[in-house]
């Protein structure tokens, strides 16, 4: 008797993962190539996502609240960004000459300075959001604005006048290297 459900579950699994190929792989296919990649690429995305997909509905405790096409959809865009990061990064890697130099070091002091003409303001912003990590409705909250939307575009203003005065001293991103 155990057998006979076991080759039931066997032939539902095989039924959903070839119903997933039928249906749900043209749309992937279709957005990995609308992203650059190419018929193999997706193949392989496609199969990795759907083993994350099958294993994940396989446990009783998970259920996702979207339609499961939609999942391994969202699924196949999260691995495709992470396969294109790490083939991007080898392709970059495979070029370079590996050689002992002697690493520079950002002059932080410089760019203190530049933070610190900015404004106290701004670069208590910049220091809440940049190291500190708070997020814009954190900030919003700390530094008395009505939204989000406000600090954002206090943020860009900040670094605006920053980026001016680098621009007014005609100074490139080598000047801050030691």
């Known amino acids: ?23 749900v792989f043209p749309k992937a296919a279709a957005y990995i190539q609308q992203m650059g990649g ?14 994350v997909c099958y294993e994940k509905l396989s446990t009783n405790s ?12 969202g699924i196949v865009k999260k691995r495709w960004l992470k396969y294109r990061s790490k083939s991007e990064s080898n392709i970059r890697l495979e070029g370079l000459e590996i050689t002992e130099e002697k690493t520079q070091k ?14 106290e303001r701004c670069m208590d912003l910049l220091q809440s959001f940049y190291y500190e990590k708070l997020t814009m409705r954190q900030l919003a909250d700390r ?3 009505a939204n989000e939307r406000s600090v954002t575009v206090q943020k860009y203003k900040c670094l605006e006048k920053v ?6 001293k005609s100074l490139a991103y080598e000047d801050f290297l030691d």
């Open 143 to 145: 530094f008395g604005y």
């Open 106 to 119: 950002p002059l932080s002091g410089k760019l203190l300075q530049y933070l610190k003409e900015s404004g």
């Open 62 to 73: 998970f259920f996702p609240e979207v339609s499961t096409e939609a999942y391994l959809i």
């Open 1 to 23: 008797m155990m057998l006979v459900i076991e080759d039931i579950a066997l032939q539902n699994r095989e039924a959903m993962i070839l119903k997933w190929y039928e249906e």
């Open 163 to 168: 980026r001016d005065r680098v621009k007014q």
């Open 38 to 51: 190419n018929l193999e690429e997706a193949k392989e995305v496609f199969q990795e996502s759907l083993i």
